[in-house]
């Protein structure tokens, strides 16, 4: 499960995502097939700028993966897992 919260008024973010790593892409994969479907409704032209920015995004040397500018887990982003009912913090 993916959970994000951005606070305009502070600009701060909240994040959390639980599951497997199959479980969290298949979710971001949802995420991202229901915002382009809504800016289809909209504007198809936009929609196709959307699609060409995300493949941008995940291109290997794109931002989106670099490793150096991690955010601290205890500022605002953390990743949860769990498994056999315990909590696990993964912190990097």
Same mark, same amino acid.
């Not at 969290?24 to 959307?50: D, Q, W």
């Not at 490793?67 to 953390?78: T, Y």
């Given at each position: 499960?993916?959970?994000?919260?951005?606070?305009e008024a502070g600009?701060?973010?909240?994040?959390?995502?639980?599951?497997?790593?199959?479980?969290?892409?298949?979710?971001?994969? *949802?995420?991202?097939?229901?915002?382009?479907?809504?800016?289809?409704?909209? &504007?198809?032209?936009?929609? +196709?700028?959307?699609?060409?920015?995300?493949?941008?995004?995940?291109?290997?040397?794109?931002?989106?993966?670099d490793k150096d500018? *991690?955010?601290?887990?205890?500022?605002?982003?953390?990743?949860?897992?769990? &498994?056999?009912?315990?909590? +696990?913090?993964?912190?990097?």
């Amino acid at each position: 499960m993916i959970r994000f919260i951005y606070d305009e008024a502070g600009h701060e973010i909240q994040a959390t995502a639980s599951g497997c790593a199959t479980e969290i892409a298949a979710e971001l994969g *949802v995420l991202i097939n229901i915002s382009y479907n809504l800016m289809r409704a909209r &504007s198809p032209e936009m929609a +196709e700028f959307f699609k060409h920015r995300l493949i941008l995004t995940m291109h290997p040397d794109s931002p989106t993966w670099d490793k150096d500018n *991690v955010p601290d887990p205890s500022v605002g982003v953390k990743f949860v897992r769990f &498994s056999n009912n315990q909590k +696990e913090d993964l912190r990097g």
